[in-house]
């Protein structure tokens, strides 16, 4: 007969999950995945929201440590280096990572862990954590998604160009994910979310 081993034992992934859980959030930007996750996180504070790191300079009124780590390019490249990020990717010109231990470490110790990260880092998620809840929020239609990007006034023509262009990418990609949530009226996106974190 097989024995039963303690729930802390059971390996749920390659990364080991023991009893926490992780949650990627993706879709493209402007969509509004960023108000989404604060009105997520302040009615859940029970769930870990990873900061990511950034090459990117902050835009108004983002703090360091709290929105991002702002960080150079050579200081991302040698973290890249010593593994130090879960996964990473470049996005419209700047690079994104997830700082591992942090991530770990919360998983470890039970929480639902949730990232807010773009396709290509959602697909390195999905190799190393198969048992990860990947979910992809969709604008109603792509005219609405240029509307918000131009209507957030924090971009260059030319980083909106590039955002655009990402976008559709990411779009057609919808259906990897296991879950797709259109962000047309807020209140019923964020409930779709929490329906599908607690329920
Ligand atoms: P923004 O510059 O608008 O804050 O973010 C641009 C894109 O990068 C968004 O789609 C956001 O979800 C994604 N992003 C933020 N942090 C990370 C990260 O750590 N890894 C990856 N792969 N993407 C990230």
């Excluded at 992780?22 to 997520?40: A, Q």
């Excluded at 150079?72 to 280096?81: E, I, N, P, T, Y």
């Excluded at 470049?90 to 773009?118: C, D, M, W």
């Excluded at 190799?127 to 609405?144: A, K, Q, W």
Aim: charged share 25%; glycine share 6%; aromatic share 8%.
């Amino acid at each position: 007969m097989m024995p039963v081993l303690p729930i802390q034992s059971i390996t749920t992934s390659k990364e080991c999950l023991h009893l926490g859980r992780l949650i990627v959030l993706t879709g493209p930007s402007g969509v509004g995945k960023g108000t989404l996750m604060r009105s997520l996180l302040q009615r859940h504070p029970e769930l870990y929201y990873s900061v990511s790191a950034t090459t990117r300079s902050p835009r108004p009124g983002e703090i360091d440590g709290k929105n991002y780590y702002f960080i150079s390019q050579s200081k991302f490249k040698q973290l890249v280096a010593e593994g130090e990020f879960l996964e990473w990717a470049e996005f419209a010109g700047n690079y994104y990572g997830t700082p591992r231990q942090a991530v770990l470490n919360q998983i470890h110790s039970g929480k639902l862990v949730v990232l807010e990260i773009e396709l290509e880092g959602a697909r390195q998620i999905r190799v190393s954590f198969p048992s990860v809840l990947s979910i992809f929020i969709l604008p109603p239609s792509f005219d609405e998604l240029e509307k918000r990007i131009r209507d957030r006034a924090q971009d260059s023509e030319e980083a909106i160009a590039r955002r655009l262009c990402r976008a559709q990418e990411e779009i057609k990609a919808a259906d990897e994910f296991d879950l797709q949530i259109v962000n047309d009226d807020f209140e019923t996106a964020l409930n779709d979310i929490e329906t599908a974190l607690f329920k």
